[in-house]
T-cell receptor
């Protein structure tokens, strides 16, 4: 089946530094990638939608200059948390929508636990 | 404003019995619904989906029912197994292919 590889699975960084999270679709082309954030015991909140080769569309309240998304190819999307602060600590998950799946396949990565100290 | 609601934060079921997880939505433009299973510190795993033009979809032990007039869907797991213990998320697809998630229900299956 379709697999999305996300890494790192966890990262600890110092306040003020930047962190990059990668998501790769391993056996399919992902024309659309979604980036979510999950706080403890809460739902997945969509941060942004990115289509290959174009700028990401951010949800209301999400700072696009802080959360940089790049979707340069059909198999790779990255989320960079710039100038991270402790309040950015969260669980980040990507999801890829498959291009040729007639039944709207959405495959999720395994998530990244970010802790900013 | 929560467009997808899972009003039961948790559910406890005996092994072998039926688990019923409920989900309500408010946006009548949703045209596709999905259920995901999630373990802590992992990404969601797809379970089953249903198009808004259907009222039932079955896959092994999992059945999803959709009542469009009530804007309600449910996931039935029969028989429930201890390995089913996880958080279950209901999601709905809206225009632009975005998924909107409910808050999740923790299912515990007791052996």
């Amino acid at each position: 089946g379709a697999v999305v590889s996300q890494h790192p699975s966890w990262v600890i960084c110092k306040s003020g530094t930047s962190v990059k999270i990668e998501c790769r679709s391993l056996d399919f082309q992902a024309t659309t990638m979604f980036w979510y954030r999950q706080f403890p015991k809460q739902s997945l909140m969509l941060m942004a939608t990115s289509n290959e080769g174009s700028k990401a569309t951010y949800e209301q309240g999400v700072e696009k200059d802080k959360f940089l998304i790049n979707h340069a190819s059909l198999t790779l999307s990255t989320l960079t948390v710039t100038s991270a602060h402790p309040e950015d600590s969260s669980f980040y998950i990507c999801s890829a929508r498959q291009r040729d799946r007639g039944r709207y396949g959405y495959t999720f990565g395994s998530g990244t636990r970010l802790t900013v100290v | 404003d929560q467009q997808v609601k899972q009003n039961s934060p948790s559910l406890s079921v005996q092994e072998g019995r039926i688990s019923i997880l409920n989900c309500d939505y408010t946006n009548s433009m949703f045209d596709y619904f999905l259920w995901y299973k999630k373990y802590p510190a992992e990404g969601p795993t797809f379970l089953i989906s249903i198009s808004s033009i259907k009222d039932k979809n079955e896959d092994g032990r999992f059945t999803v029912f959709l009542n469009k007039s009530a804007k309600h869907l449910s996931l039935h797991i029969v028989p429930s197994q201890p390995g089913d213990s996880a958080v279950y998320f209901c999601a709905a697809r809206e225009y632009g292919n975005k998924l909107v998630f409910g808050a999740g229900t923790i299912l515990r299956v007791k052996s």
